[in-house]
């Protein structure tokens, strides 16, 4: 199954994507974290996006989509994904359909996880990702047993540096002018699902695979 995950910063997205892609046994694919792997080695792709990550705003478009064709191009994705934080503008959904209707294929399915403003700044404020594993906590929603260290491998626990309240106000302008469009892009095209993203990771994660299901996924 060929499948995007989008919803504003904070939706859920990266949690649920973990659990999405275990079940339907496809590579998940994070954007965000493909650029901070680069930042954190210092590649030239690294320097470029941290720039627009540290000040709230999306890395540009052509940048974006190389990195992307790239991964899709790797064996793994040949038979499905789920893209989480791609694509995030109308021209990189172009883009993907483009580079998909090349290769013969298509997007199956575009779920919209559905969260309002207040709660999207309550996650983001509290997030907390693993030096070690990436696994995502949450210092009230789900915290780890000792305070500051990874319950699954031992990792030591980070803030990200675009989770301060100054920039998550700017993510969430970027989210509103430039990735909103996409609800509307793929609610044409019929391949748009939106469910409820509020409450317990676990039912979401129930809602979205019965939303999947429904759609033969
Ligand atoms: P979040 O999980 O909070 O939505 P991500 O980890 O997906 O954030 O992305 C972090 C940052 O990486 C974004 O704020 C943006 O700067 C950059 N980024 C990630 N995906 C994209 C994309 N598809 N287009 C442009 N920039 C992106
Ligand atoms: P995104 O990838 O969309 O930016 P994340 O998956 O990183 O979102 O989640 C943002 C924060 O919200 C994390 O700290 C995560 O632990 C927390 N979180 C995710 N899902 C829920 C939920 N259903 N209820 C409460 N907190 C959640």
Same mark, same amino acid.
């Given at each position: 199954m060929r499948l995007v995950l989008v919803g504003?910063?904070?939706?859920g997205k990266g949690t649920q994507a973990e659990f999405i892609a275990a079940h339907l046994a496809v590579p998940k694919i994070s954007t965000g974290d493909i650029f901070r792997a680069n930042v954190s080695q210092g590649t030239p792709l690294g320097v470029e996006a941290k720039r627009y990550m540290d000040a709230g705003k999306l890395v540009p478009d052509e940048v974006t989509i190389n990195m992307v064709r790239d991964r899709l191009a790797?064996? +793994?994705a040949a038979e499905g994904f789920l893209l989480d934080?791609?694509?995030?503008t109308t021209p990189q959904a172009a883009a993907l359909d483009k580079l998909l209707a090349d290769l013969g294929t298509a997007l199956d399915l575009v779920l919209e996880l559905v969260v309002d403003d207040d709660e999207v700044i309550r996650r983001l404020s509290g997030r907390r990702t693993c030096r070690g594993c990436q696994k995502i906590w949450h210092v009230e929603f789900d915290p780890t047993t000792?305070?500051?260290?990874? +319950?699954?491998?031992?990792g030591e626990l980070f803030q990200r540096d675009d989770d301060k309240a100054e920039t998550i106000a700017e993510r969430l302008r970027e989210y509103a002018s430039k990735t909103a469009p996409l609800i509307d892009y793929y609610g044409a095209q019929g391949k748009l699902v939106g469910i +409820?993203?509020?409450?317990?990771v676990e039912d979401v994660t129930v809602r979205a695979i019965d939303a999947l299901r429904s759609y033969g996924g």
């Open positions: 504003p910063p904070g939706a790797e064996p +793994d934080g791609f694509p995030r000792t305070p500051g260290i990874c +319950d699954r491998c031992g +409820d993203a509020t409450g317990p």
